[in-house]
T-cell receptor, first 113, second 113 residues
Framework: QKEVEQDPGPLSVPEGAIVSLNCTYS??????FMWYRQYSRKGPELLMY????GNKEDGRFTAQVDKSSKYISLFIRDSQPSDSATYLC?????????????FGKGTKLSVKP | EPEVTQTPSHQVTQMGQEVILRCVPI?????FYWYRQILGQKVEFLVS????????KSEIFDDQFSVERPDGSNFTLKIRSTKLEDSAMYFC???????????FGPGTRLTVL
C-alpha cells in the first residue's frame, strides 16, 4: 500500500463549481497536513497547513483532516479558471527531527470559463 | 514577501559531469531541504539540513549527492557524476522550524544527456 494516495484526475469543472480534492494515507503517525498548488513546471505553492484533525478555512479554500479515517480533503468554493493547476497533498511526521514531506501524486484540475 | 530562489532555472549537462544546483532560502529560516520531481511523478524528498549538517536523507540521496551551506545565504546540492535518471526538477525548500510550513523555490530543471 502506497503511503499517500491521490487520484491524479484530470478533473474538469465549470467556473463557479465547488471542487473537492482528497488524499488517503496509511501512516497513522502523520501529524501535519498540507495542500500545495503547482502550476506546470513551477514550484509547489503552499495553500493550506493543518495540524492534526479538524477543519481550516482560508477564503475560498477549506481543508479537512480526518485522522481516524486517514483521509484529508481540500474544498474550493466558487472555482475560477485561475485555480486550474495541479493540487498536491503532503504530510509529515515530525518526531523530534526534521520532518520530510511525503507527497501525493497530485490532482490536475481544470476550471472551464 | 520573502521567497526561496534557485539558480539556474534550467541546467543541461552530459552524463558523468558534475552539477551544482544553488538555492537561497528565506533569510530567517533554519531548516533546508531538497526535493526532486521526475516528469509526471511525485515530488520526492532527498535531504534535510539543519545546523550545518544533514539531519535526514532518503535512499535516493546516495554517495553521488552532497549538500553544503557555503555561506550564510546559499544552500547547494551537488551531483558528482550525473546519470540519465537524474533528469528531473529539483526543488529547494526552507522552513523556520522543523514542524513549520516548508516554502518551495521555483525549481531547477536538470537535463542529463
Amino acid at each position: 500500500q502506497k503511503e499517500v494516495e491521490q487520484d491524479p484526475g484530470p478533473l474538469s469543472v465549470p467556473e463557479g463549481a465547488i471542487v473537492s480534492l482528497n488524499c488517503t494515507y496509511s501512516n497513522s503517525a502523520f501529524q501535519y497536513f498540507m495542500w500545495y498548488r503547482q502550476y506546470s513546471r513551477k514550484g509547489p505553492e503552499l495553500l493550506m497547513y493543518t495540524y492534526s484533525s479538524g477543519n481550516k478555512e482560508d477564503g475560498r479554500f477549506t481543508a479537512q483532516v480526518d485522522k481516524s479515517s486517514k483521509y484529508i480533503s481540500l474544498f474550493i468554493r466558487d472555482s475560477q479558471p485561475s485555480d486550474s493547476a495541479t493540487y498536491l497533498c503532503a504530510m509529515m511526521n515530525y518526531g523530534g527531527s526534521q520532518g520530510n514531506l511525503i507527497f501525493g501524486k497530485g490532482t490536475k484540475l481544470s476550471v472551464k470559463p | 514577501e520573502p521567497e526561496v530562489t534557485q539558480t539556474p532555472s534550467h541546467q543541461v549537462t552530459q552524463m558523468g559531469q558534475e552539477v551544482i544546483l544553488r538555492c537561497v532560502p528565506i533569510s530567517n529560516h533554519l531548516y533546508f531541504y531538497w526535493y526532486r520531481q521526475i516528469l509526471g511523478q511525485k515530488v520526492e524528498f532527498l535531504v534535510s539540513f539543519y545546523n550545518n549538517e544533514i539531519s535526514e536523507k532518503s535512499e535516493i540521496f546516495d554517495d553521488q549527492f552532497s549538500v553544503e551551506r557555503p555561506d550564510g545565504s546559499n544552500f547547494t546540492l551537488k551531483i558528482r557524476s550525473t546519470k540519465l535518471e537524474d533528469s528531473a526538477m529539483y526543488f529547494c525548500a526552507s522552513s523556520n522550524t522543523g514542524a513549520d510550513t516548508q516554502y518551495f523555490g521555483p525549481g531547477t530543471r536538470l537535463t542529463v544527456l
